[in-house]
């Protein structure tokens, strides 16, 4: 009997980090065909992903173009994973998140009447342009999917609230913490993975480490600049350094350079890998982040998050006490840091090891479901 194909497409470094953990477990179960087909609409920082994760594509599109428009980059997609489709002819599709990868990619599977399964369905702002284009990838590919993978309850009473039949509608946890765990555990048997730390452990021993991420597309321009200007005076504490992991996205580093200069106190470095990453997470005292992940990964470490956004579709974090929204206006950054580091109380109250966002088995779930729908 031929194994059922699942057809997993992915575009950036989220979505890799996200879907890495479903694909290992879809591969380990051996009943069915999994192939895996990467547009690469972020070349360089899901490349990062592809290698730690020892994943290597089986179709590679390769459509990272510099300064894309939404227009052309979706057009390309929708032809690009359609012709992919017609070569493959999965029995299944499966998609993550809210890119413009994920909603062409369950548009081309719904031209062809495939089923899609999408992973980290039901996240909602209730505002379509925060995050934009996010917001509406996601609501768009809600009608078409078979198999909604929701990550909490939150998540799936959205989907209820849109009439998605709640048959199809799982709650699994999302899949960073399956994430998280795996390289959490692979770093501790193979510390070289993340010992590029080292030289700033060492530099930022006696300080308390601020770590910063910051590419939302909402906060170019002025919110960027109060970003930039509110580093500056953190980074003026004696006690405190700043570590910024800096986005290749222009917006971020030409405002950051024209702002900051080379201001020794603020560690502006190259986006780190996977591991890397983790392993800075666990050195930061707090984290000031508009990522999305950063948001569900923090609490799940016990660090306190300031979320440099009005809205967030994750309140999950909010309502665990381990996250605040800041939005980006300067002097409101500067405080709530400040408070944080210098009211222990407060930084206690945050400081709690929450796993709102999942326990670590998400993947398991989500192929089960996925093989047995496949089973029929
Ligand atoms: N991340 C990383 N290296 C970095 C910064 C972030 O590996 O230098 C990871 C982070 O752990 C999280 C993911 O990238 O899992 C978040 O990606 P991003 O902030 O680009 O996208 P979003 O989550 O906002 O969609």
Redesign the pocket.
């Known amino acids: 009997m031929t194994k059922p194909r699942i057809l997993v497409v992915f575009g950036t ?2 979505e890799a ?1 996200k879907l890495f953990p479903v694909v290992r477990t879809l591969t380990d179960r051996g009943d069915v065909s999994v192939r895996t087909c990467v547009t690469a609409q972020h070349r360089g920082l899901l490349d990062q992903v592809l290698e730690i994760a020892g994943l290597v594509p089986d179709i590679d599109l390769d459509l990272m173009e510099p300064g894309q428009t939404l227009d052309r980059l979706t057009a390309r997609l929708l032809t690009g994973l359609g012709a992919v489709l017609d070569a493959e002819r999965p029995d299944m599709v499966v998609v993550q998140g809210d890119t413009a990868t994920a909603m062409a990619g369950a548009m081309a599977a719904y031209y062809r009447k495939v089923p899609v399964a999408h992973v980290e369905a039901g996240l909602r702002s209730g505002d379509i342009y925060h995050p934009w284009p996010e917001e509406v990838n996601r609501r768009m590919i809600a009608p078409i999917a078979a198999l909604h993978f929701a990550p909490t309850d939150t998540a799936a009473e959205a989907l209820r609230r849109e009439a998605i039949d709640p048959a199809r509608i799982h709650v699994t946890g999302n899949t ?1 913490i399956d994430a998280l765990h795996w390289t959490r555990d692979r770093i501790a048997r193979e510390p070289a993975l993340a010992s590029g730390l080292l030289p700033i452990a060492d530099r930022v021993r006696d300080k308390r480490l601020v770590l910063v ?1 910051t ?1 939302r597309r909402e906060n170019f321009g002025d919110g960027m600049t109060a970003i930039a200007r509110a580093l500056a005076r953190i980074a003026a504490r004696e006690d405190v350094a700043v570590l910024f ?1 800096m ?1 290749p996205n222009p917006n971020v580093g030409g405002v950051m350079d024209a702002v900051l200069g080379d201001n020794p106190r603020i560690l502006r470095i190259d ?4 591991p890397h ?1 983790v392993a800075a997470l666990d050195l930061a005292h707090l984290v000031l982040t508009d ?4 948001q569900e ?1 923090a609490p799940a470490l016990g660090k306190p998050v300031l979320v440099m956004r009005e809205t967030t579709e994750r309140p999950e974090g909010v309502a665990a006490g381990t996250a605040r929204l800041v939005g980006t206006d300067e002097d409101r950054i500067v405080s709530e840091i400040f408070t944080l580091i210098d009211d222990h109380a407060a930084y206690a109250a945050m400081a709690r090891a929450h796993n709102p966002f999942g326990d670590g088995h998400a993947s398991n779930r989500i192929a089960e479901i996925i093989a047995d729908a496949c089973r029929g």
Do not use: A, C, Q, W
């Not at 986006?271 to 996977?274: A, H, K, S, T, V």
């Not at 990522?291 to 950063?294: A, E, N, P, W």
């Open positions: 470094r989220p980090i960073v991420t590419h992991p986005h986006p780190l890998d996977y990453f990522s999305g992940g950063v990964e």
